[in-house]
């Protein structure tokens, strides 16, 4: 029953409506209700920030923005306290790795007569020595008359062909890669414990070629990770590198993560990010023909290229030049080109050309995740943010909404319980969940 059916009757009429028809005449006011006090809501706000800009144009200060308390004990729902036992008192000493012991005699001659000896008692005190070691290394030098070569003693592998020891080199990339300590900070601090470097050398360290060992075991875990658990989690947020604005997408799981820096925000560089941030490569094959199926209307194109799956293998700039520059794609559109590109990329990675690949990838349903594979799965937190961001005025849809979320983040832990223990009792418990949530709040 609509507002304007409602506004014809008079009161009288309103009474003697039969029940149904009266209750849902009830939720059209209830809902009336709420979209005008909404609009209140938005006006006096903006009216609001109107004052406050004519106020700072006369040269004063609009209204002071002041945040409201917020209660410690309050944490995120998605997470419950772990239980602990009362008075239980946690330990690191089980954690120290001890290096030196040494023990303190008394002085015997401040004991009494009578002080009679009851054992000992240790003290773990954990400290830090940073002292620089600078290592001369005497070579020997031979020189053979018959060869006319000159040999010589070979320094230790840890040593050759640097001038500054591995101590050094691997305190220089922990402060910076894991630390987050920039190349700027890092030079006073080695110079002031005796290290004579200058900001140069430290870039030199931190970009050296044989750091290719940490890029190399980096790349293992991450393909690891992948083929442990067979998903993906990706995400993508602005950044800024060297004065731009860029893009940092993230792919990860339970055992890896991976970041990539990436200057646009598309399919190709979520597919890059996937793997592993290496050059895309592309292959024409049913996959991609089927991708592109779905997105170009040419079908006379889509023959063509379909006539060139051979399967060869091409990277980027071998496409470029012998698909997207060829004949069969002069005069297409830039935007079939770019189906062309995301299309024989997405071929690529599901031929294992490109890696270990993902069977699920779970993201925000942001559209430049959509396709990669062929099972989609959404993030729960971000699905959690639609309804943090409704603001009902009415205290009934507020209980409502209340009850929704409870019973929204009750089902994901339950889903991870039975995660964890998937036996015949639980695995009954969230599908039951499931019904109660989608026919209460239908």
């Not at 506004?7 to 029940?19: N, T, W």
């Not at 190349?183 to 050398?201: A, N, R, T, Y």
């Not at 695995?427 to 039951?432: D, F, G, L, N, R």
Request: contains cysteine; aromatic residues 8%.
């Amino acid at each position: 029953m609509s507002l304007k059916d409602i506004q014809k009757l008079a009161i009288e009429g309103i009474a003697k409506l039969p029940f149904e028809t009266l209750r849902e005449a009830i939720k059209t006011f209830l809902n009336t209700i709420e979209e005008l006090t909404k609009k209140i809501t938005d006006l006096r706000d903006e009216n609001q920030q109107l004052k406050d800009e004519v106020a700072r144009l006369k040269g004063e200060k609009g209204k002071p923005a002041i945040k409201p308390e917020t209660n410690e004990k309050e944490k995120d729902p998605t997470h419950k306290p772990k239980d602990r036992a009362k008075g239980a008192k946690r330990t690191k000493l089980d954690k120290i790795a001890i290096t030196k012991t040494q023990t303190i005699p008394i002085d015997r001659a401040k004991l009494p007569l009578d002080a009679k000896n009851k054992g000992t008692r240790s003290v773990v005190i954990q400290d830090l020595v940073v002292t620089p070691e600078n290592t001369r290394f005497i070579i020997e030098r031979f020189y053979s008359a018959s060869t006319r070569q000159s040999y010589e003693s070979e320094l230790p592998e840890a040593y050759r062909g640097h001038e500054f020891g591995p101590g050094i080199r691997a305190m220089a990339l922990t402060l910076h890669y894991q630390c987050r300590i920039t190349q700027k900070i890092l030079h006073p601090l080695l110079c002031g414990v005796g290290v004579q470097i200058s900001e140069g050398q430290i870039g030199e360290i931190l970009l050296a070629s044989s750091n290719q060992v940490f890029h190399d075991e980096k790349e293992a875990a991450r393909c690891a990770g992948i083929e442990k658990q067979g998903h993906q989690h990706i995400d993508d947020t602005g950044a800024r590198l060297n004065g731009k604005n860029v893009f940092t997408i993230v792919t990860t799981n339970d055992f890896c993560c991976s970041f990539t820096t990436s200057m646009s925000k598309d399919r190709r560089s979520a597919i890059r990010a996937l793997n592993g941030g290496f050059e895309l490569k592309y292959v024409i094959n049913e996959t991609a023909l089927n991708y592109m199926r779905d997105k170009i209307s040419n079908r006379n194109l889509i023959r063509a290229l379909a006539n060139l799956g051979c399967g060869k293998l091409y990277i980027e700039s071998e496409f470029e030049k012998e698909i997207l520059q060829s004949p069969l794609c002069v005069g297409a559109k830039n935007i079939w080109k770019k189906y062309i590109q995301e299309g024989c990329a997405i071929g690529a990675y599901h031929a294992g050309f490109m890696g270990p690949q993902a069977s699920v990838l779970i993201c925000d349903d942001a559209p430049q995740f959509k396709g990669i594979l062929e099972y989609l799965g959404l993030c729960w937190v971000h699905e959690g943010r639609h309804y943090k961001k409704l603001m009902p005025q009415n205290p009934y849809f507020q209980k409502v909404l209340d009850e929704f979320l409870n019973s929204f983040w009750d089902f994901y832990r339950a889903l991870k319980k039975y995660r964890k223990a998937p036996d015949v009792l639980e695995k009954t418990a969230p599908e039951s969940m499931v019904r109660s949530i989608v026919f209460a709040y239908d």
